[in-house]
Nanobody
């Protein structure tokens, strides 16, 4: 499985960006897909995930501002980011979990494949 993230860029606080992650694989619709981010000098952290049946999960820091969605026909997962804050500045990674364990999908070790990351910079 290969993952290609795109859509990062620079934006002012309060602005919006939409990240995309295109995946290979004929069984994309069965994957749990997640977004994680790593800010400078910090550990990588969970942002959002979406299950095979469309259930969504969010970190508290992005609830109400970010929306994860998927288009199984296009093998693509999206992260719509609104009301961006400087603290959202990070490299954003998409990831695929091919063998969902049923637990809350925020643990990095659950994910089998990772994209290369796309940089989001939010200025104040």
């Amino acid at each position: 499985v290969q993952l290609q993230a795109s859509g990062g860029g620079s934006v002012q606080a309060g602005g919006s960006l939409r990240l995309s992650c295109a995946a290979s694989g004929r069984t994309f619709s069965t994957y749990v897909m997640g977004w994680f981010r790593q800010a400078p000098g910090k550990e990588r952290e969970f942002v959002a995930a979406i299950s095979w049946n469309g259930s969504t999960y969010y970190a508290d820091s992005v609830k109400g501002r970010f929306t994860i969605s998927r288009d199984n026909a296009k093998n693509t997962v999206y992260l719509q980011m609104n009301s961006l804050k400087p603290e959202d500045t990070a490299v954003y990674y998409c990831a695929a979990d091919l063998n969902y364990s049923g637990s809350y999908p925020s643990a990095q070790y659950e994910y089998d494949y990772w994209g290369q990351g796309t940089l989001v910079t939010v200025s104040s």
